[in-house]
């Protein structure tokens, strides 16, 4: 087969389009062994390394990551206990795993060894990190044998908290060949499912949650000892230093899916009703949502994958700071002179008393506002502007602040036909990714959060079928409007088979517009816009 | 102290030596990996999990064989078993060609020794690339979007697109052969 050939065939065979014919000429090729399965294999190779090259990561990234990784597996006692059997049967020449074990159990600490293991392991990363030759003394890292010694003199290991298990990567399934040195792994674990979040750690509770409104004395102030910080999944940026005392200022009125609360003593147990505190950070993981509600009867509802902060700092201006996604707030009239803050990244939204939306992104901040009036402060630079009804402003290096919208009026002449809406696909599956049907304007796309990167966007019309639906993105319309139900923004090889796209990062904008017949022609229907934003952590 | 010694240490519990013998072995490892699997995440996350696979299984090892063979053969199990986990998402004819491919997977080790020149010569040769091309590139390996997807957004025809990958691809191979052929970095 020519290059162009082979080139042909292994796009197909990467992208999933890859015919019978094809298949079974590549497969037999690669059995045929010779010069022509070389050239495939040279071939795949070059994705992969290409792949590589440009995944940025270099070797201090791998570095670091595993060194997390090491840390992470800090936290598992049974690993712990393995290593450091290990390590202890390595030094003496064969196993004592039982005897290590009863003397470490039967310590008066509990289990006072992990802490130390634990030290040891950190260290240990810190010296991958650092780059040092292992042979000059650590400053963090325990010499040799350290962790059994510490061990063996409970009285002597730092306290250390374990972590809870965090989840463990597949392990490698044994291949029963070749390799008599390779060391037996237990078999692979079942394929996690292709649809559907992260389970939720606690289950919802039935909305609405009938909850008594608080009152001015369920403003308390509480002792808290200061204590480290647990981790959490993606802590944000901005977590809440220790603090003798925090004050509380709102209830968590009621939530869905998986909500984490931190405080200066770590991870709190969240319940409904439970007091926020100054210094408090709240996450919505995947999923889901929470109801806080503040004395004065303001309400916000923080979205999926959204984290906001109760502002520590005394006198603080801000109410609440909004770290990472959406907020929708019903905030109640404010008294003169004391607005109602919420404070991003990037700029502060300043409330009188109104319904609005704050969206808050690496780099920039969007101000939707449904009733009344609020002032987005642009914090670089100081510029504002006011933002009425159906209005948005986004504040972001490098672009004016103003006021957009409201939306266009809807054309006197009768249309024949309008794009309703959009829908977030999962191209696994083909079905609709949970918590994103509707696509809406401001909606935020956590990717490393979403079941999939494989992704899609259905236009919805009335009527569900149309001539053609011609979509735009970021202002550049695609050459082919789609003909056939369902209208994919990437497409769709066979009808309902969704292409897979993965957006990049940052904001777009989409458009879709449906017209009478196919190609995009005769007469054109409603078109329907809206805005997202893509945030990518792994990038 | 060389790498045999290091691994006796570890073997001991000196969890220093242990990440010594990580920074030695990574890059190769992950040049390794990226032969077999196309998704550079997948190939961070395989090889992590293939050093400790060897972490938990050091005494098992005897220091007087070679440590990078048995490290690869820990690596080649990681493979096999995405391999086996992404059958579900897999088509049937992408089935059939990874079911040769895995067939046939010790054929590619003959030259490991150039995994980690392969990549630097790669990296040379792609920087040189009209930038348009290398933005192809990216959209096409970095984040995998299908050469439909990329003829649509380029007004191209899909055949078209993959001739151009293809021609991309050629000169990368050449450019890459004449590099390690000089022996530039």
Same mark, same amino acid.
């Given at each position: ?27 037999? &090729? ?24 440009? @995944? ?43 005897? *290590? ?17 634990? &030290? ?113 999944? @993606? ?32 991870? *709190? ?76 990244? @990037? ?55 103003? &006021? ?19 829908? *977030? ?55 082919? &409007? ?58 | ?75 080649? +199990?990681?493979?096999? +078993? ?104």
């Amino acid at each position: 087969m020519t290059p162009e050939e082979l080139g042909r065939m292994l796009d197909a065979y990467r992208d999933g389009t890859l015919g019978a014919e094809d298949a079974a000429a590549l497969a037999g &090729a690669l059995r045929a062994g010779g010069e022509e399965a070389k050239r495939i294999r040279r071939e795949l190779e070059l994705a992969g390394q290409l792949a590589r090259v440009f @995944e940025g990561a270099d070797d201090a990234d791998f570095l670091r990551s595993f060194e997390e990784r090491m840390r992470a597996e800090a936290g598992q006692s049974q690993f712990i206990r393995a290593f450091e059997a290990r390590s202890a049967a390595g030094t003496e020449g064969r196993p004592r795993r039982p005897r *290590l074990s009863r003397r470490l159990w039967t310590a008066s600490s509990p289990a006072p060894w992990i802490g130390a293991a634990a &030290a040891a392991l950190i260290g240990f990363g810190m010296v991958l990190l650092l780059g040092r030759a292992p042979s000059r003394p650590a400053t963090h890292a325990p010499p040799e044998g350290a962790a059994r010694d510490v061990a063996a003199r409970p009285e002597e290991a730092t306290p250390h908290p374990v972590r809870p298990p965090l989840p463990r990567p597949a392990p490698a399934a044994p291949t029963g060949a070749a390799e008599p040195d390779v060391p037996p792994v237990p078999p692979a674990e079942p394929a996690p499912p292709e649809e559907g979040p992260t389970p939720p750690t606690a289950p919802p509770p039935p909305r609405p949650v009938p909850v008594p409104p608080v009152s001015a004395p369920a403003v308390a102030r509480v002792e808290e000892t200061p204590a480290p910080p647990v981790p959490t999944p @993606e802590p944000p940026p901005t977590v809440a230093r220790p603090r003798a005392t925090e004050t509380a200022v709102a209830i968590l009125e009621q939530f869905q899916g998986r909500i984490v609360v931190t405080g200066a003593g770590g991870e *709190l147990p969240v319940r409904p009703r439970m007091p926020l505190m100054t210094g408090h950070t709240l996450l919505v993981i995947g999923p889901g949502a929470a109801d806080i509600r503040f004395p004065d009867g303001t309400r916000v509802e923080v979205q999926r994958d959204a984290t906001v902060v109760f502002p520590a700092k005394p006198g603080a201006s801000a109410r609440l700071e909004v770290t990472e996604g959406r907020i929708l707030a019903d905030v109640v009239r404010q008294p003169a002179g004391k607005p109602f803050v919420f404070a991003t990244a @990037e700029a502060e939204a300043v409330v009188l008393g109104t319904r609005l939306a704050v969206t808050a992104i690496p780099g920039l901040t969007r101000l939707d506002v449904y009733q009344g009036r609020v002032r987005l402060d642009r914090r670089q630079d100081g510029a504002s502007a006011m933002v009425g009804p159906g209005q948005y402003a986004i504040a972001a290096k490098g672009r004016p602040i103003e &006021a957009i919208g409201p939306a266009p009026a809807v054309p006197r002449r009768p249309r024949t036909a309008a794009v309703t809406g959009f829908t *977030l696909i999962n191209a696994d599956t083909d079905q609709p990714v949970p918590g994103f049907d509707p696509l809406i304007d401001g909606a935020v796309l956590h990717l490393n959060r979403l079941p999939t990167r494989n992704l899609n966007v259905r236009a919805n019309t009335a009527p569900a079928e149309v001539g053609s639906v011609q979509f735009a993105l970021d202002g550049r319309p695609f050459k082919n &409007a789609e003909w056939r139900v369902p209208y994919a923004l990437y497409g769709d090889s066979v009808k309902g088979d969704y292409a897979a796209w993965e957006p990049s990062p940052g904001e777009h904008v989409l458009t879709a517009t449906p017209y009478e017949k196919p190609d995009a022609k005769g007469e054109a229907g409603l078109p329907h816009t809206i805005t997202f934003y893509v945030i990518d952590r792994d990038r | 102290m060389d790498e045999r010694e290091w691994i006796q240490r570890a073997q001991a519990g000196d969890r220093n030596a242990f990440g010594e013998i990580v920074r030695l072995h990574q890059a190769r490892l992950r040049a390794f990996a990226a032969r077999y699997v196309d998704r550079s995440e997948d190939v961070f996350d395989l090889v992590q999990d293939a050093f400790l696979d060897a972490l938990r299984n050091l005494l098992v090892f005897d220091a007087r064989q070679e440590f990078g063979p048995w490290l690869r053969a820990i690596c080649r +199990n990681r493979i096999r +078993n995405y391999w086996r986990e992404r059958r579900v998402r897999r088509t049937a004819h992408q089935a059939l060609v990874d079911a040769a491919l895995e067939e046939g997977m010790g054929a590619m080790e003959d030259d490991l020794d150039d995994a980690v020149g392969k990549i630097r010569a790669l990296e040379r040769c792609v920087g040189e690339l009209q930038p348009a091309h290398r933005e192809l590139l990216q959209l096409r390996y970095a984040r995998g979007i299908p050469v439909a997807d990329l003829a649509r957004r380029l007004d191209r025809s899909p055949p078209a697109m993959s001739m151009i990958l293809c021609r991309i691809r050629g000169a990368l191979m050449k450019c890459m052969e004449r590099s390690l052929e000089a022996g530039l970095p």
